[in-house]
Every structure is written in structure tokens, then in C-alpha cells.
């Protein structure tokens, strides 16, 4: 009965290599989210997804690259992984587009190591 | 450049008392601020929002207030317990998704 699940919850990669990390998530919501918690704990919105449309890109290296099969699914795709990817990545999902009044309800996340 | 800041260090409090966190944002007017505990290896869990026009919110233990002329927002936790020991994040969402660094909250028994 997880809210917002992600996985995998650890993932240890080599430099140069291609990985996924997929997000699902049972409230219904309309809006999801990628998110990257570097070491310094900031956390920096990457993209949203309000009903598989991108709604939200910020400034994310093109090698992430965002998958919305349909509302409930948002995938992060990320190409020619380098150190400075390492990371925890959080996916999230709302009722609606538009943060305001509306909560976000956040996965466990998933720690990205980049060797 | 848009920046929400909250004091990075780490708060102790005595249990029973009242902690006090600060959210100070500059360069923008949010229309809304949102309060997150974050536990160790855990993802951020919705706390509290609080809209401009609103001065003052309540839940339960925990208190927060928003002055759009100090451009501040407080966020209180009355009677403090361990258990309340997690950093707390605030969030500003419109029109930008951003976060703050979090606050980590000690209350010591």
C-alpha cells in the first residue's frame, strides 16, 4: 500500500554507464516529480510530469532524460553517468499541476553511486 | 537569484520546550510556503502550508507563521519531544519549486 514507490532504493554504477530509475505511485494524482539531493542535502526540483506532459525542466544536463508511460509511472533515464550524478534521487506526485495549496507526497528515494 | 535560506546548523532543544525554525527568502514573493520533516534515508513528509494573506497556521503541536515584510517564515513545534528530533525543510512553490537546506532539530531528553 506504498504511496509513491521507487526503485531501485540503491544503485552503484561505473562512470560512462546508462541506468534507470523508475517511480510509480497509487494516490491518483495527476503531477510527478524528479528530484536530486546532492551531498549537501539541497533539493533541487529536476522535472514535472502533469498527466504525462512535461510541465517542468529545469537547467538538468540532457543526459536525464524523463519518461512518462502514463500518470501514475515517471521514469528518469540518465546517459554517460558521471561522478557528480552520485546522488539521492526522490520521485514525488500531487493532486494537480501547480505546487500551490497542494502537498507532495515523496518516495523512500533511490542513492545513486557513480564510481 | 531566488533563494530560500534556513539556518543549516543544527538546533538542540530541551525536550518540553519550544523549538523555533527560521525560513528567510529573498529575490521573490512566494505565494505560499510548505514545511517537510525529513527523517535519515527517508523522503521529505508534508507538514504544513501556509498561504501569504495568512498570518498564522496550526496543527496539532506545531505552529507556522508567515511575515511577508520580514519576508520570513517561523515554524514552531511546542512541547518538544525526541521524537520530533529530524531536519525540517521549507519550500516555496509558486512560481518556483525551491527548497531550502533544512534545519536538523535535536530535542535532548
Known amino acids: 500500500d506504498t504511496a509513491v514507490s521507487q526503485t531501485p532504493k540503491y544503485l552503484v554504477t561505473q562512470m560512462g554507464n546508462d541506468k534507470s530509475i523508475k517511480c510509480e505511485q497509487n494516490l491518483g494524482h495527476d503531477t510527478m516529480y524528479w528530484y536530486k539531493q546532492d551531498s549537501k542535502k539541497f533539493l533541487k526540483i529536476m522535472f514535472s510530469y502533469n498527466n504525462k506532459e512535461l510541465i517542468i525542466n529545469e537547467t538538468v544536463p540532457n543526459r536525464f532524460s524523463p519518461k512518462s508511460p502514463d500518470k501514475a509511472h515517471l521514469n528518469l533515464h540518465i546517459n554517460s553517468l558521471e561522478l557528480g550524478d552520485s546522488a539521492v534521487y526522490f520521485c514525488?506526485?500531487?493532486?494537480?499541476?501547480?505546487?500551490?495549496?497542494?502537498?507532495?507526497?515523496f518516495g523512500p528515494g533511490t542513492r545513486l553511486t557513480v564510481l | 537569484s531566488q533563494k530560500i535560506e534556513q539556518n543549516s546548523e543544527a538546533l538542540n532543544i530541551q525536550e518540553g520546550k519550544t523549538a523555533t525554525l527560521t525560513c528567510n527568502y529573498t529575490?521573490?514573493?512566494?505565494?505560499?510556503l510548505q514545511w517537510y520533516r525529513q527523517d535519515p534515508g527517508r523522503g521529505p513528509v508534508f507538514l504544513l502550508l501556509?498561504?501569504?494573506?495568512?498570518k498564522e497556521k496550526r496543527k496539532e503541536r506545531l505552529k507556522v507563521t508567515f511575515d511577508t515584510t520580514l519576508k520570513q517564515s517561523l515554524f514552531h513545534i511546542t512541547a518538544s519531544q525526541p521524537a520530533d528530533s529530524a531536519t525540517y525543510l521549507c519550500a516555496s512553490v509558486d512560481p518556483k519549486i525551491i527548497f531550502g537546506k533544512g534545519t536538523r532539530l535535536h530535542i535532548l531528553p
Open positions: 529575490n521573490y514573493s512566494p505565494a505560499y
Open positions: 501556509i498561504r501569504e494573506n495568512e
Open positions: 514525488a506526485s500531487s493532486p494537480r499541476a501547480g505546487l500551490a495549496g497542494y502537498e507532495q507526497f
